[in-house]
């Protein structure tokens, strides 16, 4: 016979958004592209933009200083911190160790996980298992990315969709059986790495000279390709945990989808039969922010009041990797 599993559950939520905004209109002065076609093939009216001198660590400090105070608790409380992000301030050491040092976390054990747009899940189930082995009591789970630093700003394709934030919450134990974190449904294939990535900076394609030039920096998506991918790989992934864990869609009451584009999130709306005003979208104003972008809405979910005690909450991403998943939480 095995035991109920403890409940871990989210103590608290926080996140980070640049001041600057940069709009539509802003971006069709730097590349051949109009409001009209950004808005109608992605719903981004504009996003946010890092100052050049504030780095990943600095936003994701700022987004799990709010969580901790959301949690109230103190530097000392924090036994483990994770940040998911692709865009980490410096190859190593982690960003994590610097969101450490930033917020003065004494006790934590401190890494980062690299799953692109779908960073934040892996990040979650990851902090889930650790704090539910029993050798940590409160872990910072954040995502947060400086997208801003790896957009080839000449590139029409993909320098519109992109933005700059930080999410974090904290988990620990729970109280209520039943309640929090009740599992995740992660995958991965790397057979299409090469559809959404960054050729350069790591050993196949070392910083060059050449490198620089040829643009090996930037990040690189076949868009048409991620956009059929997106909407496959979410679908099945809703429907596995929803089977796995026995729940029907007419359960769920808040969908937390991967703010990439609103056509992924309304094709996902009709094929699993969810209506939209159930998904929380807030892409229009951040855009694609990555393994921010998942922490960022739900922290304004929670702000803006769209959650309640007891709601049924599915968290939705893919990524590059391929990476995918979903989560399912019973809201405390
Ligand atoms: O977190 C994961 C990150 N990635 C994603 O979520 C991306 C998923 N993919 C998408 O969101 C969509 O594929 C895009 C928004 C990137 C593109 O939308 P689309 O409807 O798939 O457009 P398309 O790539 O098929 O391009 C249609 C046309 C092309 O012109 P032609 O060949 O039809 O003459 C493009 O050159 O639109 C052109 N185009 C643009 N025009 C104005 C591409 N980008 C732009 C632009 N402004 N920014």
């Given amino acids: ?39 109608s093939r992605s719903g981004i009216k504009e996003r946010r933009i890092a100052a050049k001198n504030e780095t990943c660590s600095d936003m994701a400090a700022k987004a799990g200083l709010a969580a901790m105070k959301a949690a109230n608790l103190s530097p000392e409380d924090i036994d483990l911190v994770i940040v ?25 054990v401190c890494f980062d996980i690299e799953a692109a747009c779908s960073g934040f899940l892996f990040a979650l189930e990851t902090g889930v298992a650790l704090v539910r082995s029993g050798n940590y009591r409160h872990a910072l789970i954040i995502g947060s990315e400086k997208m801003s630093s790896i957009i080839d700003w000449t590139d029409r394709t993909t320098c519109v969709l992109f933005g700059d934030s930080a999410g974090a919450v904290i988990i620990g134990e729970g109280s209520i059986p039943g309640t929090g974190f009740l599992g995740a449904n992660l995958s991965s294939d790397g057979a299409s790495s090469d559809i959404l990535h960054v050729p350069g900076g790591g050993s196949l394609i070392p910083p060059s000279a050449d490198s620089v030039a040829s643009g090996q920096h930037f990040l690189k998506m076949k868009g048409r390709e991620v956009f059929k991918f997106a909407v496959r790989s979410m679908e099945q992934s809703a429907i596995d945990i929803l089977k796995q864990y ?41 855009g694609n922010t990555s393994s921010a972008s998942i922490p960022l809405a739900l922290d304004e979910a929670v702000q803006a009041k769209k959650i309640k005690s007891n709601d049924l909450i599915l968290m939705l991403a893919f990524g590059g990797g391929l990476t995918w998943g979903s989560a399912l939480i019973r809201w405390p």
């Fill in 1 to 39: 016979m095995t035991s109920e599993p403890l409940p871990i559950t989210i103590k608290g939520t926080g996140s980070y958004a640049p001041e600057k905004v940069l709009t539509n209109d802003d971006i069709s002065k730097l590349v051949d592209t109009s409001d009209e076609w950004i808005l």
């Fill in 84 to 108: 998911a992000t692709i865009t980490p301030d410096k190859p190593f050491p982690s960003t994590a160790c610097l969101t450490q040092h930033k917020l003065g976390l004494p006790n934590a």
């Fill in 246 to 286: 026995n729940f029907t869609t007419k359960q769920i009451d808040v969908v937390i989808p991967h703010q990439a584009n609103l056509r992924i999130i309304e094709l996902l709306s009709s094929k699993l039969e969810l209506p939209m005003e159930k998904f929380f979208i807030n892409l229009d104003r951040y």
